[in-house]
């Protein structure tokens, strides 16, 4: 999933030859190369200058999948979330537009395959749970331009047939409400 940054500075994709997530600067040519496991999500901060991905993190018992956030300027990474993260596995942490939130996918490392969304905040101060039903998981989430909510996919494990529905979260209430029925991957429109 290559992508640019938001001010169009840098360009991040995964080079599967040599196992990394290449950032190249567009504007002097500059690049920062961060070693990784396998061609993970990665998603800009608002004002460009860092990215959150996950990547196969070493653990006591058995590998797990952790949140990083890799400084542009510094040219370090850092696991994003301390408290926790090796009982935890991350997957597609968005964002928030004002920088301080992230919405990802988590699901306790050996339980089964269905992953609740969680709004978790940078700096320690507290987490939301959006969606955990049992029975289902939860994807292609994306805060709306405004960062006033997240809308969501849902894919029902419980049910005979296939069941995707599109979800959206309210921050002010922290409330989710359905609104499509055999919908996937919502997008916001600019």
């Not at 997530?21 to 061609?39: A, H, T, V, Y």
């Not at 196969?56 to 990083?68: C, I, K, L, Q, T």
């Not at 696991?79 to 992230?102: H, I, K, N, Y």
């Amino acid at each position: 999933a290559p992508s640019y940054s938001p001010d169009g500075v840098h360009f991040a994709y995964y080079d599967i030859t040599n196992a990394r997530i290449q950032i190249l600067n567009l504007e002097d040519g500059g690049e920062f190369k961060l070693p990784s496991g396998g061609p993970g999500f990665v998603d800009w901060s608002p004002d460009g200058t860092q990215i959150i991905y996950t990547d196969v993190a070493a653990a006591h018992h058995e590998p797990f999948v952790a949140a990083y956030i890799a400084d542009l300027r510094a040219q370090t990474a850092a696991l994003a979330f301390d408290e926790g993260a090796t009982d935890t596995e991350f997957s597609q942490p968005r964002w928030s537009p004002d920088g301080e939130w992230v919405a990802a996918g988590l699901r306790p490392v050996n339980s089964a395959i269905s992953k609740a969304l969680w709004v978790l905040n940078l700096k320690g101060k507290g987490f939301l749970t959006v969606a955990d039903e049992p029975t289902a998981t939860y994807s292609a989430y994306q805060w709306d331009p405004w960062g006033t909510g997240l809308v969501y996919q849902q894919y029902d494990l419980g049910r005979s047939e296939e069941q995707l529905s599109i979800w959206y979260w309210d921050w002010e209430s922290l409330e989710s409400r359905q609104i499509i029925d055999f919908g996937a991957r919502p997008i916001w429109l600019p």
